[in-house]
Antibody
């Protein structure tokens, strides 16, 4: 069954680094791209970045300086790391295969 | 970066109505435009891809059109389950979402 599932801390302190994991099943990361998309409460969707099937990455220019996406194909996992978090980074974070199949999302609150 | 301007932000309609939602790109996106539906507490669901291709399992009352910079999602006869938020997404150059249209029951 094709699935994606995000995991990570629900609460992060301001100025700290967010680390999220997307664990996939039913498909290969070497044949599919995975993107991270976030959605602040009650607001719209923002594409954050992607890791392509070949392993290269691209990022939203607004987040590029703070964001890193990587993967471990042996574990079928994709990782997101974003530093210098602020309250406006509070959002639901989704991973998605080709912006078609989505995980359930993980809520991340940035607060002291 | 390509910007997407979606309108209207809110739309009030009744069951059976025909509604249209628009997205305008800041440059030609060559029909690389998808439409998504999102219900509260759920991940988005793709309805239409590449302007006018209906995703498998999506009812035919949903349709898409457009070219160049201007694109439209049409729902021909609203059903109760269609009241949700709709987003466009351009994928001509990386990805950019529209701000969303919340479709509410009048």
């Amino acid at each position: 069954q094709v699935q994606l599932k995000e995991s990570g801390p629900g609460l992060v302190q301001p100025s700290q680094t967010l680390s999220l994991t997307c664990t996939v099943s039913g498909f290969s990361l070497t044949s599919n791209s995975v993107s991270w998309v976030r959605q602040p409460p009650g607001k719209g969707l923002e594409w954050m970045g992607a890791i392509w099937s070949g392993g290269s990455t691209d990022y939203n220019s607004a987040l590029k300086s703070r964001l890193s996406i990587s993967r471990d194909t042996s574990k079928s996992q994709v990782f997101l790391k974003m530093n210098s978090l602020q309250t406006e980074d509070t959002a639901i974070y989704f991973c998605t295969r080709r912006i078609l199949l989505w995980g359930q999302g993980v809520m991340v609150t940035v607060s002291s | 970066d390509i910007q997407m301007t979606q309108s209207p932000s809110f739309l009030s309609a009744s069951v059976g109505d025909r509604v249209t939602i628009n997205c305008k790109a800041s440059q030609n996106i060559n029909k690389y435009l998808n439409w998504y539906q999102q219900k509260l507490g759920e991940a988005p669901k793709r309805l239409i891809y590449n302007t006018n291709n209906l995703q498998t399992g999506i009812p035919s009352r949903f349709s898409g059109s457009g070219s160049g910079t201007d694109y439209t999602l049409t729902i021909s006869s609203l059903q109760p389950e269609d009241f949700a938020t709709y987003f466009c997404l351009q994928h001509n150059s990386f990805y950019t979402f529209g701000a969303g249209t919340k479709l509410e029951l009048k």
